[in-house]
């Protein structure tokens, strides 16, 4: 703590000597720039980026020069791991903002960086945030420094940079893949928070119920959490008595401004909240199906969770009665994996909506059911021998591939000839329905099982 300041307060921390902030700003600075690691093995999560031997440690503890890309969810560490490599290095730190920065203020960087190299200084890491917000020449103007190690480039993203970054930089950089960090991980940070010389001191209770609310909202992100811890203990500063002010459900919900979703994602809640999501898309309700989902997406569902019902549900409920809902559910899951949350909510809302508006059949799922419970039931008789595998030595000798129809050959591309087992041949599996693009699945279906089963076909 700076000599200024004569008594330590709730919220004022010891300064630690951390980066370029001095004293005083330290003791003022936000509780999640006081709690941000300064070591590797003070890093939550990202084990593998951990590891002994990882190329990560090797670059800090082995001070080697080299760039990195780094792509994660917001609040995983990005600009922790820059500073722990400016730090750990004894680099400078130089940070510039991509949302801010033109290709002037990136040039200038540089300059500097290599003027400090010129008179025997220290070398410098260079941080730029958001780099995917970079034109393509301002991405080319870091190029330089990167080629000539004049600058340790540290560039952070959220977004895919196979997509956002220019290849020149890519191929120069390391890339390291960032994880959302888990309940468990959240948890810890809050914690080392509450009872850190550097966060609260141990000056705070906190309940269990609160702690909980805190580590759902904050969804994997570590900053977020903390944020809401430091709003909750000033609220809890401000109105509790003693030594110790509790912070209780109440009051964290009251400093966060958002009321607690009663969500349980490993209780009842979980259950009965993605069973009324799914019945609601099923049943064709898009508003209550929304409410849902936003119940979800608030409490910190994970997105990977509800895009995995939304692809089961295009098969389940939709099927052929919409053969774009397979489509649009697996582009929302390949999306929500692109991106992350919070933006992949806007992808899981229009998934949502479109199962939800679609035409509905179940046709497909009864269709497997039924054709699986024969199978169960034993029936699985022999493959008709034109139908069996005739490319081996021998294999026409047992009369495998005799009389065979390539339907290619035939009128229409369909030949009349038995593709089923003698035990199910009158089987009907699919039944279509005559709902949205199904009924001309259905029209299209009777017409070829005619041809391919003649007056069996028609039953």
Known sequence: MGDTISEPGLFDAPDPGAGS????????????????????????????????????RRLVEGDQSMSLLLWGPPGTGKTTIAGIVSQQTDRRFVEVSAVAAGVKEVRAAIDAARAELSRGGRE???????VHRFTKAQQDALLPGVENRWVTLVAATTENPFFSVISPLLSRSLLLRLESLTDDDVDLVIEQALTDERGLRGRFELTEDARAHLV???????????TYLEAAAGAA??????????????LAETAVDQAAVRYDRQGDQHYDVTSAFIKSVRGSDVDAALHYLARMVEAGEDPRFIARRLVILASEDVGLADPTALTTAVAAAQAVQLIGMPEARLNLA????????APKSNAVIKAIDAASADVRAGKIGPVPAHLRDAHYGGAK???????????????????????????????????????????????????????????????
Do not use: C
Not at 217 to 225: I, K, Q, S
Not at 350 to 357: E, F, V
């Open 124 to 130: 410098t890491v260079l941080f730029v945030d958001e």
């Open 216 to 226: 759902r909202l904050a969804g994997g992100d570590a900053r977020r959490a903390l």
């Open 21 to 56: 902030l001095g004293a005083n700003t330290y003791a003022s600075a936000p509780l999640a720039v006081r709690m941000r690691p300064r070591t590797l093995d003070e890093l939550v999560g990202q084990a593998q980026l951990r590891a002994p031997g990882s190329p990560l």
């Open 397 to 459: 000798s047992l009369g495998h591939g005799g009389g065979y129809k390539y339907s290619h050959d035939e009128p229409y591309g369909v030949a009349r000839q038995q593709y089923a087992p003698d035990v199910v041949l009158d089987a009907t599996y699919y039944r279509p329905t005559n709902l949205g693009a199904e009924a001309a699945v259905k029209e299209r279906w009777q017409r070829i099982r005619s041809l391919i089963r003649g007056a069996r076909g028609d039953r």
């Open 237 to 250: 500063a401000s109105v509790g008595d003693g030594d110790r002010p509790t912070i209780d459900l109440e």
């Open 350 to 357: 229009q998934a949502t909506i479109a199962l939800a508006a």
